[in-house]
């Protein structure tokens, strides 16, 4: 595999990235990655894209996925590497949390414009065709408006979860994620699961349950995990035999997150190649 740090976490526009996937790979190639990971919420709508712009760039492209999970009203995000991303039964699950996350998305719109001068069109305007819509994109839509800075302060004020304009979306169990990636050959990686402050984290005895249902790694590493969440979660995946990726999250202009600000050792890497069966890796 090439040399450069690897980054196995990012967002497009085919999601709530700023950059098209074609886009994010210059960026990566730019930033002196050896590997990038394409983990658009729910789909897959990026992965022709950015594995046509690696060719001759000598970066390697990793075809992933952020699945949407909860647990009741807490969101869980699963990252899903290589897998089949025709698997019926994961495309079905993608594409309801897709039309979900509309009607949700729609939903928290008619609630703000109670009390903002908000349409349901300003937020299509912030997004691609297709995209998997979220509160990113009407933080955008709020800051068109003239509401919020940026989308940190929309997502500090309107877009909080306990905003009272906040609404979750429906998605499967964390369990049914994992069964769901691993069936499709993937490797279910959980994301970002040491947070405190932003939205509550998964309870440790879940996190044992997926262990036990095949969860193939955690990230460690992220911005977004506590320092002392981070050492606990490493010591989790010792005991366990996880899989430790750390990476970015990167989403162009619509977060602080840069490009390998964290990142995964090449031994974590070959894991989760060696696990997986569902899809391969873009040698660029
Ligand atoms: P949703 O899934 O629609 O509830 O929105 C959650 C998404 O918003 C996640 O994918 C995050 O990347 C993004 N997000 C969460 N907090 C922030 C923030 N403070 N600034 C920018 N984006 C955020
Ligand atoms: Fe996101
Ligand atoms: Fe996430
Ligand atoms: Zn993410």
Redesign the pocket.
Known sequence: MTSGPIDLHT?SSV??GTETPGDLVASAVRAGLGVVALTD?DSTTGWQEAAAAVRGTGLTFVPGM?L?TRIGPM?V?MLAYLFDPTSPSLVRETERLRSD?LH??ERMVSRIARDYDITWDDVLAQATVGAT????HI?DALVARGYAR???A???GI?HWRSGYYE??EAPSPLTGVQLIREAGGVPVLAHPATRG?EPSIPQTHLLELIEAGLGGVEVHHRDNTDPGSARLAEIARRHDLIMTGSS?Y?GA??PNRLAENSTAPDQLQRIVDQATGSVIVVG
Request: net charge positive.
């Open positions: 967002h999601s709530d919420h952020e949407s969101s995000h996350r949700r998305a819509l979220g509160r990113p933080a940026d989308r940190s929309a997502f500090a877009l979750p979306h932003r999250d989403h619509g977060k």
